[in-house]
Every structure is written in C-alpha cells, then in structure tokens.
C-alpha cells in the first residue's frame, strides 16, 4: 500500500486542521487510529494501493472531517476504545513502563553522580555528591519530598548511617557500571531504613501511609466499578431486549433484515441508531469488566503486599531488638526486603489510580450520550426487559431439538465439554444478527455450529438451520458491515480476519429474489358472440366510395358565395420591384510597349592600338522628346587625343582601320 507511516500522519495533519478550522478539537493520535482502520475498507483502501493521488486524497480527508464534525455514537465509541487502546495494557506492563518513566526524569541527575569525579581533598565537592545522592534516593523512591528540609535531613541520616564519607571516596573511583549497581543498592537500604525509622516512630516525614491508602483505594475503586456496571447493564437489557425479535432472515434469499413493527411510529433508522447505542454500551461494559477483574486482583494483591510489610517489619523489630549493634549481613536484606515490598505496594497503588483516572474519561464520554427514551419505549411496548442471565437460561422445545439435529457440524449443548467450543466467535454474539450490527447475545442451550474449527452461538433455532445452509456467508456478512462500521472491529476484535479481507470486494455477494412466474392453463370459449351475417358487406373499397357518395348530400349542392363583415378588411399585397439596367463591364485590353535595343559596339576589333578591345554602349539617354538620328563627328570614348599632333601620327599609321569619324552611326 503507497499509504505509509509518514503519509498517514501528513492526512493526521491535514484533518486536525480542517476540524480546528470548524472550532473542533480532535487528538491527533485518534485521527491516525480512525484513519487506520478506515483503510480497511476497500471503499478508502483502493485510493492508495499504487500511487497517492490529490484528488483522492482530498476525498478521503473531507470523508474524516465529515465523520468527526458528524459526531454521534459510534464515534464515540472509537474515541472509548482509542483512550484504553493507549493509557491501558496488562499491568506488568503498565508498571514497567511507570518505573521507565521515572527513571527517564531522574536520568540527568543519575548522569551528574555517575560523571561527576572531585578532588580527594575537596570536601566540599564530596559533600555536594553526598547530597545528590540523597535527593535522587528520595526522589527515586516517592518517601517524601526533598524540597522539604526535613525530608531531605531525614534522607541524608538515613544515607550516612549505611554510607559513610570514606565509602563514598570508594564509590567515586568505581567504574561506571558498578556505581550504577552500588546506587540501586543504596535506594533499596536507605529507603527500608527510613520506612523501619517510620514504624518506630523515629522519622517518616513525608511518607503516606501506604498500607492503609492502599486497601482504602481499592475497596472505593471496586465500589466505584460495580456500580457502574450495574448501570451499564441495565441499559444493555433494555436496548437488547427492545431489538431482539426485529431481526428476521427471508427465507427465499437468506437475507438478513430488521422486520419495522409500526412502520408508522418506527423506522429502520431508529433501529440503526439503537444498534449503535447498544453497541457503545457492550463496549463500556467489555472495558469495565475488564477493569474490575484488573482490580479485584490488585485489592488481593496489595492484602497481600500488607501482611509482607506487617511481617517484615516484626522480624526487623525482632533482629535490633534489645541489641546496641547489629551485623550488616544480617540487617540489610531485611531492608531491602522491606522496600521491594514497599515498591510493590506503590505500583498497585498507582494501577489503581490509573483505573480512576480512566474510569472518570470514560464516564465523561458516557455522559455525551443521548438515549431517544421515546423510541426505546415505542420498541419494548408489551416486552419485559430480559437479562443476559436469563437469557441463557432459556429453553429449547422438542420441534427444534429435532430441527437442530439434522445441522451439520452441530454440537449440542450437553455435549460441549472442551473450552474451545466454549468460546464462541464474535465474543459468543450471534453471527446473524451480527450482520446488521445488532448486538444480541448467543442462547447456549441452543448449541453451536462447528465450521472451519470455529464455534458460531445464535440466538434462535431458525437462525442456527439457515446459518448451516451456508456458513461461509454470514461469518464474511459480520466482517462486511464491521468494515463499513469501524467502531464494531476492536469491540469483536477482528480486526485481524478485516486485514486479511481488506482487498477483497464485494466480500459478500447481495441475493435478490427471484422473480416469480407461475404456468397456468385459460379456457376460452369457441364462440363468445352470436352468429351474425351482413347483407350489405363489400369487400371493394371502391365500392364502398362509391356508396358514399351516394350517401353524403353533397353531391346534390351547389357553391355559392356569401359576403360577410369581414370581407372588405381584405387587401391585396404590394411587392415592390426594380427594372433591370443595362450594364457595361471594363476588360483588360492588349497593349505594346517599344522598348529601346541594346546596341553595343566593340572597339579594337581589328587591332586598332589604344584602350584595347572594350564595348561601348550606343543606347541614349532618356529624354522628354523622341530623339531623332544624327551624325557622330567625335568619338565619346576617350581613345583619342585633344592634340592634332597625335592625330597625324596615328593617321600614318592606320592603313588597314577605319577612323571612327569616317563612320555616320544612327541612333534610334
């Protein structure tokens, strides 16, 4: 599953604030219980089997926020079953974890002893040490106060009678491990020396009387627990008996559902909401049972740790009696005797009052709930109110010993002998009714049915027959509705078969009636109407026109006219048009242009000596007007000089060439 430790606390976060956004304060530490057994139902489950989405993750957060704002009963109950969940264990280790605790407070103190190593001729750091010593003695065994002088003077007494200067010189150079041992042997002697000082009446201020406390607080702790019992237990036989005989089972598809009475008066919602009322109270009682057991053997307990303390201290009496000294050896062990005893009584003490303390949270989560008295009257009208006692006690007729017989795996109530076909799934409630959330004990007399090495109670005959018809079905309809309804999984605790069904979905498939179709033969009768010929039947249908024709009067009418007041109102209808035009549409026409020729002339073609051969461009200029052809009488091209001189030699010379002024050229 992608919805690990820290993503689950991240959603913690997330709904915590959601609620405190609404003036709802919530524990974090309960939202992750809720969330964790939400998870369980493949409904919120399959949101994060691969990756996290946001969107399913805002679902989900909105469907907590929602639960939580709701409130009701059964949130309740999960807050009941969260608060003993994390303040409640067994009490060894209840009380492993008290002394862990107390040890955690004094750890830095321990680790100044332990570290601390002064000078030996500083008396003054050894006297410091003396005195810490002291402090975390008191303070380690709860005799006092050291904050008070007189306890603390009273301490280091006892402290210097067992453990003298030059010891603690000793103590100081020992390694770390033994100064440890050597301090928890010291706890013990001074602590026994100070509880004998306070039974001669030589010391013991700040020491309570634990003896006396001891059996007073238990005796009003069980008080306490009985009558809250009681109480409990008389509104577990009313709502019981008020829903016992509504549940019903159909016995075409087996389905198991709440038979309404007075559909006028009561509804299936006023049923539901009883279930989770009676639900919420075999939860108390579960819990209160459970505390009074702890108790009664912490009372026998303690009685006990009372006649050690009493025997303990006549035999300390007995070895200083009449005796200036007495032997280490044989005085310490009674010392440390006296304070094991003495330890002993104070962890019962403090079960105790944790038990107080958890039944005072508890009593005000049962003071929030609501009993609808006038429904629960409406539901017991005509009943008597029947306690689990007497319910047990009820009998079985010959009809359905003989019915039960022919269960298979049945076991009969006489022939249950081994504890484990004593205990029954589902905390011995019937596993039919079970399949609504009605919460109606087994009747043993009826017997068990045996499937898979697990026993299964009922609480009537019928129930048993159809259970044995499919036995697979209803224990996995029990798992369905706990899943749906969270409160139900630790109260039956199953919470281990709802993890291993957590993926399966449906788990049990819904029956539907079938639809019923009966054969039935009808008898009609060959001739319901009389015989009946008619004369004028046709099968033409142009003769049946034409016999209508003759029939309708119209045909001897003639049409007429009839001016009537509306007549004139007529007019005729203008329509405006336009004549058509000749038009003319301009077109594109071919046109020429005379552009001018590219006339070039290249000079120096026959050798004539100068620039060389080039070209020369004979195109003219543009101009305004047309140009018209004239005569050339110099050359542009500068080949020829300014100077008559030149000329005449260069005439002497160009016998084979033309000169360029002998040359008339056109230009177009």
């Not at 009418?557 to 509306?566: A, F, L, M, V």
Request: net charge neutral.
């Amino acid at each position: 599953m992608a919805c690990n430790e820290n993503v689950v606390k991240n959603m913690a976060n997330e709904i915590t604030r959601n609620c405190q956004a609404q003036n709802v304060t919530v524990d974090p530490e309960f939202v992750i219980y809720l969330i964790d057994l939400l998870l369980l139902n493949p409904k919120y489950g399959r949101l994060f089997t691969n990756t996290i989405n946001r969107n399913n993750l805002a679902y989900f957060v909105d469907e907590c926020v929602t639960m939580i704002l709701r409130g009701g009963t059964a949130l309740n109950t999960l807050k009941m079953q969260f608060i003993l969940q994390t303040n409640y264990d067994k009490l060894d280790i209840l009380i492993e974890k008290h002394l862990d605790s107390i040890n955690k407070c004094l750890r830095p103190l321990v680790t100044e002893i332990l570290d601390v190593d002064p000078e030996p001729q500083d008396e003054a750091a050894y006297k410091k040490l003396f005195r810490k010593i002291s402090i975390y003695i008191i303070l380690n065994s709860g005799l006092g106060n050291p904050g008070f002088i007189v306890t603390l003077k009273e301490g280091m007494a006892a402290l210097e009678s067992v453990f003298s200067m030059d010891d603690l010189k000793v103590f100081v150079s020992l390694p770390r491990v033994e100064k440890m041992a050597q301090l928890e042997e010291l706890l013990a002697i001074v602590s026994g020396v100070r509880l004998f000082n306070r039974d001669c009446k030589k010391g013991g201020e700040g020491i309570p009387d634990l003896p006396f406390n001891l059996v007073d607080a238990g005796k009003a702790c069980l008080t306490s627990l009985s009558n809250s019992l009681i109480s409990v237990m008389q509104r577990v036989n009313s709502l019981t008996t008020a829903i016992q005989d509504s549940i019903t089972m159909e016995e075409e598809t087996g389905n198991v559902v709440v038979d309404v009475k007075d559909p006028t008066e009561l509804t299936v919602e006023d049923y539901n909401e009883i279930f989770e009322l009676l639900a919420f109270n075999r939860q108390y009682e579960v819990f209160i049972r459970k505390l009074l057991f702890d108790v009664e053997s912490m009372t026998q307990k303690g009685a006990q740790y009372v006649d050690k303390v009493k025997s303990v201290l006549e035999e300390l009496h007995t070895a200083v009696k009449y005796k200036a000294a007495v032997p280490v050896v044989a005085v310490f062990p009674l010392f440390t005797k006296l304070w094991q005893v003495w330890r002993a009584m104070q962890n019962i003490m403090y079960l105790v009052s944790t038990v107080n303390r958890l039944m005072s949270i508890l009593g005000g989560i049962q003071e929030q709930i609501k009993i609808p008295y006038p429904v629960l009257e409406k539901m017991l009208k005509g009943k008597t109110v029947v306690s689990d006692h007497d319910r047990m006690n009820y009998g079985v007729s010959i009809e359905d010993r003989m019915a039960l017989g022919s269960i298979k795996n049945y076991i009969a109530y006489n022939e249950i002998t081994g504890l484990k076909e004593r205990h029954l799934e589902f905390l011995g409630f019937c596993s039919i009714c079970l399949n609504l959330g009605a919460l109606v004990p087994s009747i043993m007399k009826i017997g068990v049915v045996k499937d898979k090495g697990r026993c299964y109670g009922f609480c009537s005959v019928k129930m048993a027959v159809q259970f044995s018809k499919d036995p697979q079905r209803y224990p996995d309809g029990v798992l369905e509705f706990a899943r749906n309804h969270p409160h139900l999984i630790n109260l039956l605790n199953i919470i281990d078969k709802v993890y291993a069904v957590k993926d399966i979905d449906p788990l049990v498939p819904i029956h539907v009636p079938k639809i019923k179709v009966h054969d039935r033969d009808i008898q009609t009768e060959a001739h319901p109407v009389e015989e009946y010929h008619e004369k004028n039947y046709s099968w033409d249908l142009w003769e049946w026109k034409r016999r209508a024709c003759q029939w309708a009067t119209i045909v001897n009418c003639k049409t007429h006219s009839t001016q009537t007041n509306y007549s004139h109102l007529r007019s005729d209808v203008h329509c405006q048009t336009i004549e058509a035009r000749n038009k003319c549409q301009q077109t594109k026409k071919d046109t020429g242009v005379n552009t001018t020729p590219q006339n070039y002339f290249l000079w120096g073609l026959r050798g004539q000596i100068g620039m060389g051969q080039h070209s020369m461009d004979l195109r003219p200029q543009h101009a305004p007007k047309k140009l018209h052809a004239h005569g050339v009488s110099t050359c542009n091209w500068p080949c020829i000089g300014d100077s008559q001189s030149s000329e005449d030699k260069d005439s002497s010379d160009a016998g084979d060439f033309y000169h360029p002024t002998d040359i008339q050229w056109a230009t177009t």
